[in-house]
């Protein structure tokens, strides 16, 4: 099933054309709204009539815009969501929650937050640097380390409320933000407890061949950056429709047809994840993997979700062999990948709080 995977991925990550689509580099400002000409590190404010969210915000929750910046001086466009009876006199613990590779905050970060703060904690859901709302360019540039990083930005914003303890901080990373989550675990020790949901570990793929394969791949980089040096811009992926279809495309192998199901449809689409990322990205994906130090979160507890049926279940069991005690594996039954996206009736949303109080309790 890796192998497979792999060439799935291959067209996505190493050569920037999408399985779902055409790469065209007309359409390369229309990805998503980029922030300000004046400053490209800027956040993208939006009126309320312009947002989009796939779930509905419980009444019993309140959503607020938020925006700082991480270590490299890039605007974050993140929501921060508490219940409306929050006492701000106390402190409570705190959540900050990274999208699947590729999505957005309006997604499923936004789905997990909207119940999580019903349940007592503070969250944030954020979009990625050049991703989203959050600034940087160009759009869709993909980093290790960045991606890493602004789950560490999250640590940073919620530790300046004076309602939240900075002490009770954990992080949940949904899809390939799982493998950055834990990354960014690895070396923040300010993160207390790590779940994954459905984990991908994205830098596994371009670091799980060597030999002359990797050297053809790392070949095809360089010639792609040299077209993008002469083009003047990065040559990106394109794959899922500006508007939502009411139906999955014929002949597409089970896992594209899967994650379509989500993106391309009305259940999940967003006009900012419409893509992944620039063809080169996979540069600093190939060269840094996200999980190298993962034995090294001990004594900090990792929780493990994964689907029964899902085909990501080996990236989980891998990290899970591969991580020191305290850790968990969760398995939810009869639930594929994307079903723990958005499904609220799947999401073990009473495993997620009894982890996350256990790991943030008073030693």
Known sequence: MKKFLAVILSGILLTGVSAYGKTTSSNIRNITTAATQNNPNSATRVKASEEHYIFKLSE????EH??????????IAADLYTSKDINKNKQYPAIVIGPPFGGVKEQGPGVYANELAQRG????????????????QPRMTGSTDIYAEDFSAGVDYLGTLKYVDREKIGAIGICGSGGF???AAA???RIKAIATSVMYDISSFGNGVTGEARQQQLNELAKQRWEDVDNGYPKYNDGYPSAPVEKIPENLDPVTAEF?????TKRGWHQNALGNITATSNMSLMNFPSLTHISEITPRPILFVVGEN????GFSETAYANASEPKEIYEV????HVDLYDDTTKIPFDKFEEFFKDALKDQ
């Open 60 to 63: 019993n929750v309140k959503r």
């Open 66 to 75: 938020v925006y700082y910046k991480n270590r490299y001086g890039i605007e």
């Open 121 to 136: 904690f503070v969250v944030i859901a954020f979009d990625p640097s050049y991703h989203g709302y959050s600034g940087g």
């Open 181 to 183: 989550a834990l990354s």
């Open 187 to 189: 070396a923040d020790a």
């Open 260 to 264: 379509f199901s989500f993106y391309g």
């Open 310 to 313: 899902a085909h990501s279940k």
């Open 333 to 336: 039954p009869n639930a594929n």
